[in-house]
């Protein structure tokens, strides 16, 4: 399937939880980034190919060579490459300032992105959930970025976490976590979260009808 279409399934057939367990069974037991990033709407599903943004803490009158003359760095310029379908995703900032904003998300609105991740703050957040831009973050904080910090460069290979990002990689968030699917094996990974769903439908049916749990697990092999 194109990704659209593969958008849609995962959005509509699958979570988090079950895509983690099947990437742990896969080897790939490093995959959720950090707990404090959450969605700014609970229940907020998001999908889409990573763009991954480099951020650096640069206050006014530190030396940042040829960007010294950018406020925001290269942000802009990451913003207006978003493509269709692509999650903005930012951190290498501390948390003094707020990496997202109101009129960041009208322009990736705009350019049809799928939404944005932010190893940080976001502000404008009134602004963002009358857009309806899915947007997940460490939580809110007005202060801004342009006097304290800089984008260095885009659609470069990240680390959030314990967890790598490369440009291109699929991200599946929903409330209980961001998850990252390594291009390497996201079609298995898929394909074995769909089966694992179908199942965990039949085991709650079974226990539901009074299975025990333990012959539920010794049936099905899921739990």
């Not at 404090?36 to 229940?43: F, K, T, V």
């Not at 990496?99 to 703050?121: E, I, N, P, Q, Y």
Request: glycine residues 10%; charged residues 25%; hydrophobic residues 45%.
């Amino acid at each position: 399937m194109d990704d659209t279409q593969l958008f849609e399934t995962i959005r509509t057939r699958l979570f988090t939880a079950v895509v983690g367990d099947v990437l742990d069974v896969l080897g790939h037991r490093h995959q959720f980034l950090p707990q404090g990033i959450l969605p700014l709407d609970p229940g907020t599903k998001l999908v889409g190919r990573a763009m991954p943004v480099l951020e650096a803490d640069y206050p006014d009158g530190v030396d940042a060579g040829p960007l010294s003359d950018k406020p925001f760095g290269m942000m802009f310029a990451a913003l207006d490459d978003l493509q269709p379908g692509e999650i903005y995703v930012a951190t290498g900032a501390s948390l003094d300032y707020a990496l997202w904003g109101g009129l960041m998300s009208t322009r990736a609105r705009h350019l049809k992105a799928a939404g944005a991740v932010l190893d940080g703050f976001i502000r404008d957040t009134a602004e963002i959930r009358r857009l309806g831009f899915p947007v997940f973050s460490r939580g809110a904080y007005a202060q801004d970025q342009g006097v304290r910090g800089k984008v260095l460069d885009c659609r470069v290979p990240v680390r959030i976490g314990h967890v790598d990002i490369h440009p291109g990689d699929l991200l599946f968030c929903d409330e209980e976590g961001v998850l990252v699917i390594p291009q390497i094996c996201e079609q298995e990974a898929i394909e074995r979260a769909l089966d694992k769903a179908e199942t965990e439908s039949a085991v709650a049916k079974a226990i539901r009808g009074g299975m025990s749990a333990q012959h539920a697990f010794e049936t099905f092999g899921v739990m």
